[in-house]
């Protein structure tokens, strides 16, 4: 059949430290997921780094930036005939037992059903199925500035500055 050992990969690791005039914080993680259908899975990596600074007694300052790279492919399913899922429900395996394999000549093989697997896109094997590129790629940088200044017990003035830059292919 179409099914396959699946499996689920997560590493991560951070670091942080500084002292009372900088901190600093720094991330990563890497994720890679395989499902049972061999066109659903992802990849995805993510890097974070925060940066704060004690610039004076009443001025500081954060810088942020994340980045995230990610790989999402799914199989074709919902209101689709060629999808995973409609064309198992729809479908009927061949009767491949000898007097009827006649009947079925383009799906059966050496007695059982080995080009549709009971799909319902009768000649068209599942794997073919997969061929069809259902990949989402997207980039995505995004970044900040803070600083806070305050001059007085009773006076605070706040700057912020940011971007989210995304890409979707």
């Known amino acids: 059949g179409i099914l396959q050992d699946g499996n689920r990969r997560l590493l991560g690791a951070s670091v942080t430290g500084g002292s009372e005039a900088v901190t600093y914080f720094i991330a990563s993680e890497y994720q890679k997921e395989q499902n049972v259908v061999p066109s659903n899975g ?3 990596m993510n890097i974070r780094t925060n940066l704060r600074s004690q610039l ?3 001025l500081d300052a954060q810088l942020s930036i994340g980045f995230v790279n990610s790989e999402l492919r799914r199989p074709q399913n919902d209101n689709n005939s060629y999808g995973v899922v409609s ?3 729809l479908g009927s395996a061949a009767n491949c037992s000898p007097g009827q394999a006649a009947m079925h000549a383009s799906l059966c093989s050496a007695g059982t059903d080995s080009v549709s697997f009971g799909y319902y896109n009768k000649g ?3 794997y073919d199925f997969f061929n069809i590129d259902t990949r989402q790629n997207v980039q995505r940088l995004t970044g900040g500035f803070t600083s806070n200044w305050t001059p007085t ?3 605070t003035v706040n ?3 940011g971007a989210d830059i995304n890409h979707r292919a």
């Open 42 to 44: 992802l990849q995805r």
């Open 56 to 58: 004076a007694r009443s």
């Open 87 to 89: 064309a198992s429900m």
């Open 124 to 126: 068209i094997s599942p």
């Open 153 to 155: 017990s009773w006076f």
């Open 159 to 161: 700057g912020t500055l």
